[in-house]
């Protein structure tokens, strides 16, 4: 048995979701570039679960039904109000609620395929409401009812903020919202197909995907990158502190990925958002470290920056708190996640793959009281 550690180089499945081929991303065959340029997060949701882009009928149609679901049941309210918010990350609270969720569901366990999309709908819209009731709630607000004639980027502003939002505001929850939809088989989409490849239910699927988009080498990436944009606090500091991190062989968040090695397509959007966005809130310094710590670890470690390193300026300078960042990219990733796993509901198989063994030899049992 040959092992490829952390599964790297292994093709898992077969998908007409989403390609990443000598780093360019496209989904469905459309490029990353012009989506985030064109398109609106409805048209992204609807092509990454109908692999064609929507009619204006369509479009219209999904954007209604998105809308029209982002309403979560009282249950879920009352228990994010149940406990001391303070002391939980919203990742873990995101994580939880989804789970309850599915306790509401009466299809949760339907597995036909009218089913599955109806819970789609239900989970892509109630995400949004959960993570928005999560932040008011914990400053003491009580969450907001979402409008039913509002786009999806323009229901999570208003819906934070109890305030619609400005037009670049929006545009830019739009566009990082297409940017993070969905991308190939990265580790919290693989562990939503593992999950459901055992023809286990949607929200358990989606569960485990938050779980694994918790950890900081994958979506937890962009909070520790705006940590350590705190931490660094000046442009001048920038380069001494990556160089001690260095030294200390620790790794610089935001920095780096698995598949691309030129660069992460991403990337360049955020970054332009983070140029606009910072300039605009009079925040340049922010983007200015940023960019010499791209440069710096570019030139010494030949990493590019990843699809989390100016989401954490874009996100800080539209004022939302640095540990939200990792919620939102759920709210887009979890596009992504359901067409993922209606894919794998199409053409299901178990997925179980093999450990090399490198535990003792085969001995015999010794009872308790001789050992
Ligand atoms: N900072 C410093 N060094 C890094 C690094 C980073 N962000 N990312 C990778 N490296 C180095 C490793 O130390 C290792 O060096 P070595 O061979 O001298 O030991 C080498 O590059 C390979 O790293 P490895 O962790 O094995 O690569 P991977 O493909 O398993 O990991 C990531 C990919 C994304 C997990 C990794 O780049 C990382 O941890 N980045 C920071 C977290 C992050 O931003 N995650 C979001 C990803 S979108």
């Known amino acids: 048995?040959?092992?490829?550690?952390?599964?790297?180089?292994?093709?898992?499945?077969?998908?007409?979701?989403?390609?990443?081929?000598?780093?360019?991303?496209?989904?469905?065959?459309?490029?990353?570039?012009?989506?985030?340029?064109?398109?609106?997060?409805?048209?992204?949701?609807?092509?990454?679960?109908?692999?064609?882009?929507?009619?204006?009928?369509q479009y219209e149609a999904l954007r209604k039904e998105l809308a029209e679901n982002m309403a979560v049941p009282q249950g879920i309210i009352d228990h994010l109000k149940s406990y001391d918010l303070s002391k939980v990350h919203p990742m873990a609270a995101l994580r939880t609620a989804i789970s309850l969720l599915g306790l509401y569901d009466e299809e949760a366990d339907v597995m036909e395929s009218e089913a599955n999309r109806?819970?789609?709908?239900?989970?892509?819209?109630?995400?949004?409401?959960?993570?928005?009731?999560?932040?008011?709630?914990?400053?003491?607000?009580?969450?907001?009812t979402p409008k039913t004639d509002l786009t999806f980027a323009e229901n999570f502003v208003y819906m934070l903020n109890d305030k619609e939002g400005e037009d670049i505001e929006i545009e830019a929850i739009d566009k990082a919202?297409?940017?993070?939809?969905?991308?190939?088989?990265?580790?919290?989409?693989?562990?939503?197909?593992?999950?459901?490849?055992t023809l286990s239910d949607v929200y358990s699927g989606v569960t485990a995907a938050i779980g694994a988009l918790k950890g900081p080498l994958h979506g937890g990436a962009n909070e520790q990158v705006m940590n350590?944009?705190?931490?660094?606090?000046?442009?001048?500091?920038?380069?001494?502190?990556?160089?001690?991190?260095?030294?200390?062989?620790?790794?610089?968040?935001?920095?780096?990925?698995?598949v691309y090695r030129t660069g992460d397509p991403r990337a360049k959007h955020l970054q332009e958002m983070s140029e606009?966005?910072?300039?605009?809130?009079?925040?340049?310094?922010?983007?200015?470290?940023s960019v010499k710590i791209e440069e710096y670890i570019k030139e010494h470690k030949g990493l590019p920056a990843n699809v989390d390193f100016y989401s954490a300026s874009v996100y800080h300078s539209l004022g939302i708190d640095h540990d939200l960042f990792t919620p939102i990219f759920a709210v887009s990733r979890?596009?992504?996640w359901l067409a993922h796993i209606l894919e794998q509901y199409d053409n299901n198989r178990l997925?179980?793959?093999?450990?090399?063994?490198?535990?003792?030899?085969?001995?015999?049992?010794?009872?308790?009281?001789?050992?």
């Open 351 to 371: 997925i179980r793959p093999r450990a090399d063994y490198t535990g003792p030899a085969l001995r015999s049992f010794v009872a308790i009281e001789n050992r």
């Open 1 to 57: 048995m040959s092992v490829s550690k952390g599964l790297e180089g292994i093709i898992a499945t077969e998908s007409s979701i989403c390609s990443i081929i000598d780093d360019k991303l496209t989904y469905a065959g459309y490029s990353i570039d012009e989506l985030t340029e064109n398109a609106t997060f409805e048209e992204v949701v609807y092509l990454l679960w109908n692999r064609e882009l929507p009619t204006q009928e």
């Open 118 to 144: 109806r819970k789609a709908v239900r989970l892509q819209a109630q995400v949004a409401t959960i993570v928005t009731a999560f932040s008011r709630i914990r400053k003491g607000l009580e969450p907001v």
């Open 177 to 197: 919202l297409i940017l993070h939809a969905d991308h190939e088989l990265n580790a919290s989409t693989f562990t939503a197909r593992v999950c459901v490849a």
């Open 276 to 289: 606009k966005l910072t300039k605009l809130h009079n925040q340049e310094e922010l983007y200015r470290m």
């Open 334 to 336: 979890m596009s992504g």
């Open 228 to 258: 350590m944009l705190t931490e660094i606090g000046s442009e001048e500091n920038a380069i001494p502190y990556i160089e001690e991190k260095l030294a200390n062989k620790e790794k610089i968040m935001g920095m780096g990925h698995r």
